[in-house]
């Protein structure tokens, strides 16, 4: 598949991209600096495109088979931006998706995206962004996967991870083992039409997403 990267500079996008230097499929990574080109290059993406989710992103999708969002407003931005890029870019790349001819997509999404009354305030927002964005793609008739992270660190990956549908209980996991999930879920047809939560566990990764 030739998949592209939506977040691409981002923490989990750099680590997804160099996970995909094992896998059969090429990577375009999409960016919105052209200077994060050589960067992104020299860890494995295949192509660079520049695009903005607040904009048109038809040329970055032209002729992808999957498409990773794995974008953020990030922390420490206002609501706006929260509404801006977590709710309202992620439903305009999900539909381009659709024109595209695009048939698989995997949404990163966030653990409390369905609950987001059982998050505290200041999260509220955020969490109903990002289940809007998962509601609106599990309608968008593309071969989607939803992957919940729990609060995401920079620990070392450690191969091995907790997943269902609801895990019932708040945690990590490092931004390694999310990009693996990624890298590994893209060939589990088994995930399509799915969304799953993860958190650090026991279980290797493979043998976790079989389970779905
Ligand atoms: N933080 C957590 O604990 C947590 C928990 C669960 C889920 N998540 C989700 O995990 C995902 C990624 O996390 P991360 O740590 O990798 O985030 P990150 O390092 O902040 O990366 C986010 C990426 O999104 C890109 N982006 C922002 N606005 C954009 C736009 N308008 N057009 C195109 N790209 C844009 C940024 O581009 P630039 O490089 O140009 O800034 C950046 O590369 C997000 O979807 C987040 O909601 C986070």
Do not use: W
């Not at 989990?12 to 200077?35: E, K, L, N, P």
């Amino acid at each position: 598949m030739h998949v592209l990267v939506v977040g691409a500079n981002g923490q989990i996008g750099r680590r997804f991209i160099h996970a995909m230097q094992h896998s059969q499929h090429t990577v375009r990574a999409m960016v919105r600096d052209a200077d994060q080109s050589a960067r992104l290059e020299a860890i494995g993406a295949n192509e660079v495109v520049v695009a903005d989710l607040e904009g048109d992103c038809r040329s970055a999708l032209a002729g992808c088979d999957a498409v990773v969002f794995t974008a953020g407003s990030g922390a420490h931005t206002p609501p706006e931006k929260t509404e801006d890029i977590d709710r309202n870019g992620a439903i305009s790349i999900i539909d381009q998706a659709v024109s595209a001819g695009v048939r698989r997509f995997l949404m990163v999404s966030a653990i409390k995206a369905d609950t987001p009354e059982k998050g505290p305030d200041k999260m509220l927002h955020y969490f109903r962004a990002k289940g809007a964005a998962d509601n609106h793609l599990r309608n968008s008739g593309l071969e989607y996967t939803i992957v919940r992270p729990g609060k995401l660190t920079n620990e070392d990956g450690t191969g091995h991870v907790d997943i269902a549908k609801s895990l019932n209980r708040d945690g990590e996991i490092p931004r390694a083992d999310v990009a693996e999930v990624l890298v590994m879920t893209l060939d589990s047809p088994n995930t399509v039409g799915r969304h799953f939560e993860l958190l650090s566990g026991e279980t290797p990764i493979d043998k976790a997403l079989l389970g779905i």
